[in-house]
């Protein structure tokens, strides 16, 4: 038996043991930025790249913004229920991504304008500059002390005169 067929038996038996998870983006999520035929290219028609490259996008979000708010609770949204952002920002990573693993970088200048952008748009969230509508924890915080999630803590004890 050959190298190939007895590692395929063993990938099929894998997929059926463990169901693929429910993914948060969809093939028309990427219409906004690309045709449906230029996404088969980009992926090279295989689903398991694109899962990859959404995963990793994913993760990629969620490093900028989980100290602020509940990714994994926007992330588990559906259908209509997910912030349309949080969409546009992830699908931009994921073709980034789908583009690195492309011989020669193939089209990269549109990807990576649409990455840098998604980018800074995720330094602002992260900095506070630009609030969008992403779920908050459950605990809240105070967002006019500066604990809205923001693990850092800043301030000064009141000046102190020492004039006797």
């Known amino acids: 038996m050959s190298y190939r ?3 395929r038996g063993h990938r099929d038996l894998q997929n059926r043991l463990i169901p693929a998870p429910m993914s948060f983006l ?15 290219i980009i992926c090279q028609s295989s689903e398991d790249i694109r899962r990859q490259a ?3 996008a994913m993760e ?9 708010y ?7 949204k559906t259908d209509i229920q997910r912030n349309p952002l949080l969409v546009q920002l ?5 073709l980034w991504w789908l583009g690195q693993w492309l011989p020669g970088m193939l089209g ?4 990576q304008t649409l990455y840098d952008n998604a980018i800074s748009r995720l330094k602002d969230i992260q900095k506070g500059n630009f609030t969008p509508e992403f779920p908050e924890y459950p605990d809240g915080g105070d967002p006019d002390s500066g604990l809205g999630g923001n693990p850092m803590r ?11």
């Not at 990629?60 to 602020?68: D, F, K, L, M, S």
């Not at 990269?108 to 990807?111: D, F, K, L, T, Y």
């Not at 800043?154 to 006797?164: E, L, Q, R, T, V």
């Open 108 to 111: 990269s200048e549109m990807r």
């Open 90 to 94: 992830t699908v931009s990573i994921a």
């Open 26 to 40: 969809t093939n028309d999520d990427y219409r906004v930025v690309t045709c449906p035929s230029d996404l088969e």
């Open 154 to 164: 800043y301030g000064s004890m009141k000046k102190n005169g020492y004039d006797w």
């Open 70 to 76: 509940d990714i994994d609770a926007a992330y588990s």
């Open 5 to 7: 067929r007895r590692h």
């Open 54 to 56: 959404e995963r990793t």
């Open 60 to 68: 990629e979000v969620a490093g900028y913004v989980r100290t602020r």
